[in-house]
């Protein structure tokens, strides 16, 4: 159940790979969250939708009026063994969905669908220290744990990396 009485957070699926790519591709054109200076093409991120599913992680999307209007997933935070059960999120909303508490709503569903894969910890890794991502993660729960300056740059200026963490086996 949702806090926004017409959003349904859901498994994304092979089908929302359009809506996924449409809205990465903005934000990698028009913002800093990502280091991506091209946009993925949709076969991309169908393969990757698919790719997280298949290791039993979450993707998930938030339908909002209509559409989707964001979308999240956790992978293994790093390939070796010894971080399996510490896992990195990505969440993004469309830009005329922002302000509306959709990410709030995502990133919520996600932390519980994370910890249901046995995830122990989650690791936020917001480029550019965008302000709208440390505050979505502050208020579920995520601590600053770090920042690398100046390890980034995009339109013409440098850029830092935040990571922030969550301990899955805390309620919040």
Not at 78 to 100: F, L, N, W
Not at 145 to 166: E, H, I, P, S
Request: glycine letters at 10%.
């Amino acid at each position: 159940m949702t806090r926004l009485a017409d959003a349904i957070v859901r498994t994304a699926t092979a089908d929302d790979a359009a809506a996924v790519q449409a809205i990465y591709a903005f934000h990698v054109e028009h913002g800093t969250a990502t280091f991506d200076t091209v946009p993925p093409e949709e076969s991309f991120w169908r393969a990757k939708i698919a790719d997280v599913l298949e290791r039993g992680w979450p993707f998930l999307v938030i339908e909002h009026a209509g559409e989707v209007g964001g979308y999240a997933y956790a992978t293994q935070f790093r390939d070796r063994p010894a971080y399996a059960h510490t896992c990195e999120d990505s969440i993004y909303i469309a830009e005329r969905h922002t302000g509306a508490g959709l990410g709030t709503e995502l990133l919520g569903a996600l932390v519980e669908a994370a910890r249901a894969c046995g995830f122990e910890q989650m690791i936020a890794v917001a480029g550019g220290g965008e302000p709208a991502s440390l505050a979505v993660h502050a208020k579920l729960g995520f601590l600053q744990a770090g920042r690398m300056r100046n390890v980034g740059y995009k339109f013409g200026r440098k850029l830092d990396t935040v990571y922030m963490q969550r301990d899955l086996t805390e309620a919040r």
